[in-house]
């Protein structure tokens, strides 16, 4: 047992790692991938505030008297006999839980306001809170998409060809989810296959899905026998996470009550995130639907702290509005926007980390994909979250991973994380020689200030195109797809396995064999 445990570093110091040339393709050289080493950003802005200090207070209000005097159902037996042995209002038979203010305060200000989620590479380890950010790849998609292949229901390949991108680009920090479901593999054993898939393809922090006890139990073991830790190490160390999604409005059902548990009881981080769509399954009003979000989340969070005080928790926003013409989800959103803002404001409000999600309704790779990723984003950065969810290859409301799109996600994470770079103001940096050298009506471009720094002075695109009109139409007048398309597959060709220790790939191999002659997760079919 060693004192490193619970401690991270934020950046990685070693140099990014350098397409190998593969059989059958070209090597995919550093300018055709320029970027920089693995870090978290860290936002350097003052979070914005959408609502002043008195309405902030409305929305906590209200979301108390909901908990109150409404309540929310928790379908699990052992939860609510937790919760009433705690001083919560159960009513025998039935399950409606009601808690009051203090209740909740008390019980949230357990939650830790930051803490690190180790990796299996330690130059990979997570800040969550303060003001470190981590993005991570598209989770849960049920299917992958690229222009050569079409839509096509989620398989294992395409599950591990986004786990090679998101290990490959250094701005993909974690993997918050299956970036696209295997429906391939028979759900009873598909956990077991896609956490050996995590270990042994990347070596960055993963999720773990709640859906039924098993579940939670091999993938917490698998996690354990991947990082090489003893149990007491394991339980004392966040090293994976999980995603409870209430079953908005006013719902927590049995598998995410069972995942809640787990998680806690083993020291894991549960991010607990109400989906609260405006106008469906939450008021059609952003201020009531951030009622029931603010609500639903401390619910949890609270529970959490019953089963384990100082559980590590996140709350996580996912508020957005549907089109109220035919019903289907909208992302990216002005409401989407404002949502995400304010409920920064709620967790800074309880001193909690923060999740929100850079998302898009699009169904292809277009303006629209662009722009409502991009204010998704927005939100989620001036929300002053801390874990950014589906960053990276999000298309179709959720329903689809695109290949492409995780190229052009990519593009801007990377412009983002260039934006929350201090701007250096250093004596150099003023350049003042450099000013008096080429005085007035010159120019700077053959100056030593220059061309002791040209190569690096600004951002590098991946998929931008600066060509001017002319070269760019003799090149064949290429679009953004066109390029994505290109480098996704060359991505996977410089992609390298990161090592594991033999005897620990041994040894989950045999704990999925093991678990699978005993027949996995009950399934119904």
Known sequence: MTDDIDMAPLEDTQPARRGRRRRGGEK??????????????????????????????????????????????????????????????????????????????????????????????????????????????????????????????????????????????????????????????????????????????????????????????????????????????????????????????????????????????????????????????????????????????????????????????VYGGFTSNVDMRSGAPAFGTPEYMKAAIVGGQLARRYNLPYRSSGVCAANTVDYQAALETTLSEWGAINGGANLIKHAAGWLEGGLSAGFEKFITDIDLLQKIAEYLTPLDVSEEALAIDAIREVGPAGHFFGTEHTQARYKDAFYAPIVSDWRNYETWAEAGSPIAYDKANMLFKKALEAYEQPALDPAIDEEITAFVEKRKAEGGAPTDF
């Open 28 to 313: 995919a050289t550093p300018d055709l991938f320029p970027q920089k080493p693995f870090r978290q950003p860290r936002n350097i802005f003052t979070p914005l505030e959408a609502v002043s200090a008195d309405e902030l207070e409305a929305i906590h209000d209200a979301s108390m008297r909901v908990l109150e005097e409404i309540g929310i159902d928790f379908l699990h037996e052992d939860a609510k006999a937790m919760l009433k042995a705690a001083g919560a209002d159960v009513t025998p038979g039935e399950d409606r839980v009601r808690m009051d203010r203090a209740m909740v305060t008390e019980l949230v200000a357990k939650a830790p306001a930051e803490f690190t989620i180790r990796a299996r590479n330690r130059a990979h380890d997570l800040q969550i809170g303060g003001n470190a950010i981590s993005f991570s790849c598209v989770a849960s998609a049920p299917n992958a998409v690229d222009r050569d292949g079409g839509r096509r229901p989620g398989n294992r390949e395409d599950f591990q060809n986004f786990l090679k991108l998101s290990q490959y680009f250094n701005i993909i920090h974690c993997l918050m989810g299956y970036p696209v479901e295997p429906v391939d593999i028979h759900a009873s054993v598909r956990h077991l296959d896609g956490i050996a898939d995590f270990l042994r393809l990347t070596d960055k922090v993963y999720h773990i899905y709640s859906l039924g006890m098993e579940r939670n139990r091999d993938g917490l073991e698998l996690t354990r026998i991947g990082y090489g830790l003893t149990r007491e190490e394991f339980e004392r160390t966040p090293c994976t996470t999980t995603v409870i999604n209430t079953s908005s409005p006013l719902r927590l059902d049995t598998p995410m009550l069972q995942g809640l548990i787990e998680m806690a009881n083993a020291g894991q981080v549960s991010i607990v995130t109400p989906f609260t769509l405006a106008g469906a399954m939450a008021p059609v009003t952003v201020a009531g639907a951030l009622t029931l979000q603010n609500a639903e989340a401390l619910a949890g969070i609270a529970f959490a702290q019953i089963v384990k005080p100082g559980a590590p928790v």
